[in-house]
């Protein structure tokens, strides 16, 4: 996400999503001890609140804002949640996604500055690929640094994140006129800084075996699968322009274009829409998630052509309903995927040419599956590492 994100449809009907607590603490008979804050609350944002709200049961209390207009969430909420939060309470924790201005945030309140204060970057924005650069908003990034040397623990989502933020500091910081810091910023910050993966929570699945598949279901086409939101960031560009190519050869496959859509859609993907109408299964969001996961149960391989990406939660779930992830060989990508799974992120036809291959033998697909273990990713295998943050 960015400055220039455009509104995402919110979960809510209401422009606040106040206050989240599902046990009074006054009825348990124990204090709750932490605040988490989500200036976002949608996506994988909402995913991580709902998360650890859940396993924090009486504990915590939650403060909230709707997925809509990032740039102003980034920009304004900290004055919001000064005045939401009471300032008679027991908290110990404050935990918090880098949409949050933190700095303002204890300034305003100095009371929250006193509590440990637990940062997580689902990205970062000193890296965020500007449509055009000379539009990028300094202040974004600024904030996130900002907020980064008020907390005691920043926490990235990826290796990369983590990496790409830091290295980005100084020359980030570089673009200030006069006045720039005297010391490295980015040295104060790295010894409060720690990878921890999303938790992805997961429905029980197995992946069929190669003998469970019938003579004509190795047959049918591939079915390719895109489960990105229609952003530019996204590279749609690039796997419309792979897709033409085949099907300009007159290789059969399907494809579904199944992620989150927004009220302006990318040239490319509204072209694709026509040129291939007769190739594609599903078009358009599924908002509902059973029908998102049974899209993903059916189809072989599911593609990233991203641009941005320091996690990708679209992908690891399409590889644990049992596609084949083909991902580039930059990002974050290269941390979670093996080598089998890259391709040259840098040229179409690489892609092209792989996708090539499946699509005039599905069977090479639908015989050896996928074997990436996701696992490792889950909230199951994860959760003991979130909850040590807050002494549990």
Known sequence: MSGTKKQRPGRRTADTAKVMSPIPAESCGEEQDILIIEAFYGGSHGHLADVLRG???????????????????????????????????????LFASAVL????????????????????????????????????????GYNQILSALVADVNLFNSQFNLDSFLSSIKPFLSRIPSGRP??????????????????????????????????????????????????????PDFFVTVLEELHAEDIPFRVSVIGQTYSQVPDSLSHLAFSLH???????????????????????????????????????????????????????????????????????????????????????IRTRRQHLDVSRFSWVNLRSDYMVLFDA
């Not at 396993?55 to 005045?83: E, G, N, P």
């Not at 940062?119 to 055009?132: G, T």
């Not at 921890?196 to 929570?201: D, G, K």
């Not at 190795?218 to 895109?226: A, D, E, F, K, S």
């Open 55 to 93: 396993a924090l049961k009486h504990r915590a209390q939650v403060y909230t804002l709707t997925d809509k207009k990032w740039h102003w969430r980034a920009r304004t909420s900290a004055l919001y949640f000064s005045q939401m939060v009471p300032k008679a309470h027991h908290f110990r924790y």
């Open 101 to 140: 201005n933190l700095a303002e945030l204890v300034a305003l309140r100095p009371d929250l500055g006193q509590l440990k204060k637990i940062l997580f970057f689902h990205e970062n924005q000193l890296v965020y690929p500007a449509q055009d650069e000379k539009e990028r908003d300094f202040q974004y």
């Open 182 to 235: 005297p010391r490295s910023v980015a040295g104060e910050i790295r010894a409060k800084c720690r990878v921890l993966y999303f938790p992805l929570v997961l429905p029980l699945y197995r992946v069929p075996e190669a003998t469970e598949f019938s003579d004509e279901d190795l047959q049918r086409p591939l079915h390719i699968v895109w489960p990105h939101r229609w952003e530019h960031d996204k590279n």
């Open 278 to 364: 007769r190739n594609l299964l599903h078009y358009g969001f599924l908002p509902s998630k059973d029908d998102y996961q049974e899209t993903l149960k059916r189809a072989d391989v599911a593609v990233s052509t991203a641009d941005h990406e320091f996690f990708g939660v679209a992908m690891l779930e399409a590889a644990y309903f049992g596609c084949f992830p083909l991902v580039p060989n930059r990002l974050v990508y290269p941390e979670l995927y093996e080598e089998e799974h890259l391709y040259d992120g840098n040229s179409p036809s690489n892609l092209t040419d792989i996708l090539r291959t499946f699509c005039l033998d599905p069977s090479l």
